[in-house]
């Protein structure tokens, strides 16, 4: 059992890491005064502004862009609706509460996700 058995392991615990730096970061934005509406706008543009030109430009070596302005407007209604109306309250949540809570919180999204399906069909 080299490295390889072990890299799903340890990117899973990476990732929790990152989880726990971003709501720490947060909760110590907030602490600051800062409004969470600002604070979920401030990330939207920069996810915006680091992900939009991999998403036009998906191709390499063609100058033809393969996100037409209909799937643009779907993908921006999509993240209007569901990814801020989330994360607004995610930070609104961890304003009230302990970064703990949050941190715990996070962690019953998949569970969260099953209910709704299966109530949805």
């Known amino acids: 059992m080299g490295l390889e058995y ?5 990117v899973m ?15 110590a934005a907030l602490l600051q005064d800062l409004s969470s509406r600002v604070f979920v706008v401030y990330r939207q543009c ?6 939009a030109p991999l998403a036009f430009c998906s ?9 037409g ?18 994360q ?8 009230l509460v302990s970064s703990s809570v949050a941190s ?3 962690n019953l999204t998949p569970a969260t996700t099953f209910v709704l399906a299966y109530i949805f069909g």
């Open 6 to 10: 072990y890299k799903p392991i340890i």
């Open 13 to 27: 615990v990476l990732v929790q890491f990152v989880y726990s730096g971003v709501t720490l970061i947060g909760r």
């Open 46 to 51: 920069i996810a915006f502004l680091l992900i």
């Open 59 to 67: 191709r390499k070596g063609t100058n033809i862009c393969y996100l």
């Open 69 to 86: 302005w209909k799937s643009f407007w779907w993908i921006f209604l999509l993240a209007f609706v569901g990814v801020t109306i989330n």
């Open 88 to 95: 607004n309250m995610y930070f609104e949540g961890l304003y």
């Open 104 to 106: 715990a919180l996070i």
